[in-house]
């Protein structure tokens, strides 16, 4: 490893650091992008059903059914929650987007909640579950900005969303607690802070979504609103606010249409707002019917956005057939040039 000597490697969960984002020439940046096929197999059979061979290819024949979530159950948290509905349900749902899958995945957190208690608190919890409009803006008060927030001083937030309620997402596992080293510290009195944040950035970008839908539905000019949010880092909140209200939508849609990629992105916001992938797949086949080159100078957001809609089309039959020359994406999608987002 000496070649690397001179190297400094930074793995973080949230925003690069100031002196990094200056070093623009020197800074390379890999993304990890969570479970691939090999890491998948092995926790269905660790974790799931063992070595039923037959249970493992019906999970796996679940999520191959369910095209739209396979971006999605790149997510390890997201992930082992299909894993674990599809081997646990007879009949498993097909999901027509990820809103209608992450509603689902609340609801269950939910239900599992009210199972604890079989007494009059179901009430309570389907009421607090209901009413989040504070957590929304927190939510999206730490995502519209230059370097993200993903964490809170916990005073400050339970003060914010009433105790009640910060006890209930505590509980369920929305919101997690974790003590960090308080700035006040010294070498000789280290001191800690009680911090919380969103369990997965996914529910921080949920939360965020349906604060967004009341911000846009109210803005008569929402590109100033939306500049500090970027669709290559947050594109689950902009395809959640497509799913939560068809009239922000639009407005979302004809946002992102404005943007480089962002044609190919709006695709699959339309896909939120219908839920029906025929809605689609005239503009999905227009893109298969010619040769699809991902190219290293694409935007990030249209690299990423072709990758899942060809992987919708090839599990909807609407792939048309290639040269032997093409190369195979990993995920099952075709393209002349491949570069992975």
Known sequence: MELFAAFDVSLT?????????????????????????????EYIRKAVVGNNDEAVEKIKQRLYENSILA?????????????HMA?????????KSVTQFFKHILRCFYDHLKQKFKDNRSNVIYLQAMEHHELDKIAFEGLNKINQQLSWIKTEFRQRVGTKSYDQYILIGILVEEDVVSDDSTVDNVLFTTEVRFYHKLFCEWYAAHHLVTLVKNAYDINKMLRFLDPV????????????????????????KRLPGGDTFAILCILEQTGDVNEIMDSVKELCSRDVKIKRGDSALLQRSTTQLLEIASNNDCVREHTKNN???????????????
């Open 87 to 95: 081997h646990d349900q007879r009949v498993f749902m097909k999901f």
């Open 327 to 341: 190369c195979r994406f990993p995920t099952g999608v075709f393209a002349q040039q491949t570069h992975r987002a």
């Open 71 to 83: 971006d999605l159950c790149q997510v390890p948290l997201v992930f082992v929650m299909f894993a």
């Open 233 to 256: 880092d947050l594109q689950y909140l902009f395809r959640f606010a497509c799913g939560l209200d068809p009239d922000a939508g639009k407005k979302l849609i004809n946002h992102l």
């Open 13 to 41: 969960t949230r925003y690069l650091p100031e002196c990094l984002r200056k070093r623009k020439n020197k800074t390379k940046r890999a993304k990890l992008t969570g479970f691939d096929d090999k890491a998948r197999d």
